[in-house]
């Protein structure tokens, strides 16, 4: 994943670097912003187009992403400089250790990664020529953030 360096300046300003003028957040300086929201995989698969029911499609592209919303936004931050902290749930399998070690490889504080005996939370995003997505979404219940995961 590219990472654009920002600027820090006193008050725990951070500037973008693609946009120097603009401040993109404040931070109090070795704390993270922290991010409520879903973490998950993303399952990226380019294609001509949607196959017609009983036929199939060949994918141009696969990739499996760090995924889910709440992740998505904390490596934004984390990509203009500011140090950020994702609060969300894991299953406890294979694909949540990925999605964990990509969360430490993009630089987020993951401590508030909760993990449950479940599968990871998938999302499926379909990408036809022109931009065109299609998105399946599987998040069992388990996955999902409740309000005592954020009290403990």
Known sequence: MRRRAGTVEPRGRVR???????VCCVINPGSPAVVVGQVGRDLVLEIDRLPRGGRSTTVHRRRELLGGRGAQQ????????CPAAVVGVLGDDPAGDQVLAQAVADGL?????????????????????????RLLEEAPGPTLLTAADVAA
Request: charged fraction near 20%; avoid cysteine; hydrophobic fraction near 50%.
């Open 16 to 22: 973008d670097a693609a946009s120097p003028g603009r």
């Open 109 to 133: 504080w993951i401590s508030g990664i909760a993990r449950r005996p479940v599968p990871t939370a998938l999302l499926v995003d379909l990408v036809e020529p022109g931009g065109t997505r």
């Open 74 to 81: 904390a490596v934004a931050l984390v990509q203009l400089g």
